[in-house]
């Protein structure tokens, strides 16, 4: 006789957190386990949506490659498991040894967007660098090598404290190398269905890319440029709306300077030079320019694609100027467009936070002499850092949800780095190219066995993607899903710092809710001193994270879908009496910069004869940067990434698609797949990054793919004030190395 069990099968509602969107899920679960993932279609703001990758979030929870206990690398490059306990004395042990010999400075914490399943991780991260007395020096972070000039755009510029006008109901919007369907980057809410909806109620959407990404498929208008070129197109729309006198001159004069100084910098950008310069129609320029200008309302964003190349600060400050003299900023007695609900209770004014200076040249780093930022160190300079001896070099490495084996640029050079180190600590959930390095492996749980909440979708608006956000006072929160899988030895990241700090002897103090980034704070963050004597919860860990909060935590935790706090009041008030704060316009450390662009015909990069091609990044639905690469069913159509480029430029090449090819730069060389892709501008090669192996590992152009960063030479160019070196725009060659298999 066979006996037969019958299965416990319940719906339970979560945030997924593979990205920041925080889309609310609806998660299958049978005896314990998650066996399937949707959008939650009773959550009021988000319409049932999920990406591929939320839904294939309990593939990546029950995967056999999960690594689920401590892994300690021995002498022979083999791994055994070890208990968490005997892995935290170990590497504070070894650690104790470092500072003995080399000072707190030798040792340093990167964290990556592993860390998006729970937001308190990187903080604490941060705490513990800050408790080793190195703080910012010794505090790596991604934002330093993507994206970090928004956050020093701004603090040149001033932040308008009610932020940008709505997307819902703009009439326009300028999307600079940004792809927010794939991306969600600054429309976090079923970005798809939001732009197809805002299309369809008026809005001319304009997209500046080389590639007519999923965000064009609506597009009043698709500027596709050379890359690299971002920077001239902006001058040349400012020149057109300036020279045309189409600016809100009344909002400039009452919260802006330097209007006629801007207007003399832009002057040489006619729409002819442009046009030379990028690639481009210049009648796109002016009708770009006329359409943004003219419309009721309307927004400027830059992404990724626009920092990559250099100057990605600087395209940054433009649009920020064009925002401003076209008045795109929410005004008195509007409605706030990014309420706070668990963010802190503030009174939001329609006047800007003054410009400050964010780069500290007093102290510089020991790579480079760039100076400090508000960024945190510079991350680009992390494997010379470890690379270079004398005082202050970096000899251990936590790393904590990221991969930098594969994200830095110029992975040959941080191969080296990191072989190199007396001690490397990956916080990972498998063994990842960084983790097949390490000395010590730490398990950390994933999305579905940790709390959420809104909170730091809330916040994204501090932290430099100022168009994130709600639109709607909405919030959400939700406990853990399930348990971790069954006989694991598994801690969250920010428990590891704070086991670490504590078995060191270090205080923690975590700073709850911090409204603001800089000297751009809306309210000063609480402090809450981690107790030693027992380790907090992540749920009171959370209640530090919303201290403060408009709308208690307690209550926000009492809508098992989330809600809209449709009750508050999200008024803006007037300008302050006596502020006299203004936005800058002609900031002279970016006009300068400018001056260099316009000298340069552009980005100083350019196609040659022996690199014809330019590579440029693109973001993978299936993917966030490596996570998701041993997802099986993710990566059910493929697991690499292709190396895309336009049938035109196939057939200059003579290749065909599935052909496996050399691409060479001027500084490394990697194997790839071509796909034709017939909305790329010809003249380019569109990769996403984060793939392929190692430098001592044999290349797997159809497993693992190839490794864009071996292409990127970190000293070469860099921007000055992070040093970012130049990770897109970068001139290839592409020869075939196999047919396709037929």
């Not at 009021?44 to 490659?65: E, F």
Request: charged share 20%.
């Amino acid at each position: 006789m066979i006996e037969t069990t019958a299965q416990r099968s319940e719906i339970r509602y979560g945030i997924c957190k593979v990205c920041w969107a925080g889309c609310p899920i609806e998660v299958t679960v049978v005896d314990g386990r998650a066996t399937k993932v949707v959008g939650d279609r009773q959550a009021p703001i988000y319409g049932g949506y999920t990406c591929p990758k939320g839904r294939a979030m309990p593939d990546a929870h029950y995967s056999p490659t999960r690594v689920l206990r401590p892994r300690k690398r021995m002498s022979d490059g083999s791994y055994v498991e070890i208990p968490m306990a005997q892995a935290v004395e170990e590497i504070a042990t070894r650690i104790e040894a470092i500072v003995a010999e080399h000072g707190s400075e030798a040792i340093a914490v990167y964290p990556g967007n592993g860390n998006l399943t729970n937001p308190i991780n990187p903080v604490i991260g941060a705490m513990f660098v800050m408790a080793m007395g190195t703080f910012p020096d010794r505090f790596f972070s991604v934002q330093t090598i993507d994206q970090a000039g928004k956050v020093i755009a701004q603090a040149l510029h001033g932040r308008w404290i009610p932020g940008p006008q709505p997307f819902s109901t703009a009439k326009t919007w300028i999307m600079v190398g940004t792809n927010p369907v794939i991306s969600k980057q600054g429309l976090m809410v079923n970005p798809g269905q939001t732009i197809k909806q805002a299309v369809k109620d008026g809005m001319k959407l304009i997209v500046i890319d080389p590639r007519a990404t999923e965000s064009t498929a609506h597009a009043f208008l698709h500027i596709a440029p050379q890359p690299g070129q971002d920077v001239s197109i902006l001058a040349g729309i400012l020149r057109v709306i300036l020279t045309e006198n189409l600016y809100d001159a009344e909002f400039v004069s009452e919260n802006a300077a330097g209007i006629e100084a801007l207007k003399a910098a832009v002057a040489p950008f006619t729409p002819d030079h442009v046009a030379s310069v990028a690639g481009i129609r210049a009648e796109d320029v002016v009708l770009a320019a006329r359409t943004f200008a003219q419309a009721e309302s309307g927004c400027v964003v830059t992404a990724t694609g626009a920092h990559f190349p250099l100057h990605g600060t600087l395209c940054e400050y433009l649009a920020l100027c064009l925002n401003t003299v076209c008045g795109r900023w929410v005004r008195a007695g509007e409605a706030h467009a990014q309420p706070h609900v668990l963010l802190p209770d503030v009174a939001i004014r329609a006047q800007p936070h003054a410009p400050y200076q964010p780069l500290d040249y007093s102290r510089t780093s020991r790579i480079n002499a760039l100076p400090q930022t508000v960024v945190g160190a510079p991350t680009g300079t992390l494997p010379d850092e470890i690379l270079t001896p004398g005082p202050g070099q970096v000899r251990a490495l936590i790393c904590s949800g990221s991969n930098p084996a594969v994200s830095l640029p110029d992975q040959t050079r941080t191969g080296r780095a990191l072989a190199s180190l007396d001690l490397l600590v990956s916080i990972d959930v498998e063994m990842s190219n960084t983790a097949r390095m390490a000395d010590y492996v730490i398990p950390d749980r994933m999305a579905l066995e940790t709390p959420a909440c809104s909170q730091f979708s809330e916040s994204m608006k501090y932290y430099g993607i100022w168009t994130g956000g709600y639109e709607t006072p909405y919030a959400q929160y939700a406990p853990a899903v399930v348990e971790p899988p069954a006989g694991s030895d598994m801690i969250e990241s920010w428990e590891f710092f704070y086991e670490l700090a504590r078995r060191l002897g270090k205080q923690i103090t975590y700073f709850g809710n911090a409204a603001g980034t800089g000297q751009h704070g809306d309210k000063p963050p609480l402090p809450f001193v981690l107790p030693l004597d027992r380790r907090p919860t992540t749920e009171e860990m959370f209640e530090a994270m919303c201290a403060g909060s408009r709308v208690p935590l307690a209550e926000v935790r009492q809508h098992t879908h989330g809600k809209v706090f449709a009750e508050l009041d999200l008024t803006v008030l007037p300008r302050a009496e006596g502020c006299v704060a203004k936005l800058e316009l002609a900031d002279p450390t970016m006009m300068a910069e400018l001056a260099v662009v316009l000298t340069n015909r552009g980005d100083t990069t350019a196609p040659s004869e022996e690199f014809p091609l330019l590579v440029i990044p693109r973001r993978a639905n299936e993917m966030m940067n490596s996570i998701g690469r041993n997802n099986p069913k993710l990566t059910a159509k493929r697991n690499y990434n292709p190396a895309f480029m336009s049938p035109a430029d196939l057939s200059v090449q003579g290749l065909a698609a599935g052909d496996i090819v050399s691409i060479r730069s001027a500084h490394g060389e990697i194997q790839g797949v071509v796909e034709a892709d017939a909305r790329l501008r010809p003249g380019t090669v569109s990769m996403s990054h984060c793939f392929g192996t190692n430098p001592d590992e044999a290349d797997d152009p159809l497993g693992q793919g190839g490794c864009t960063s071996r292409l990127m030479d970190a000293n070469a160019a860099f921007d000055p004030f992070f040093g970012q070196p130049r990770m897109g725009a970068i001139p290839v060659a592409v020869s075939k190395i196999a047919q396709a298999s037929p």
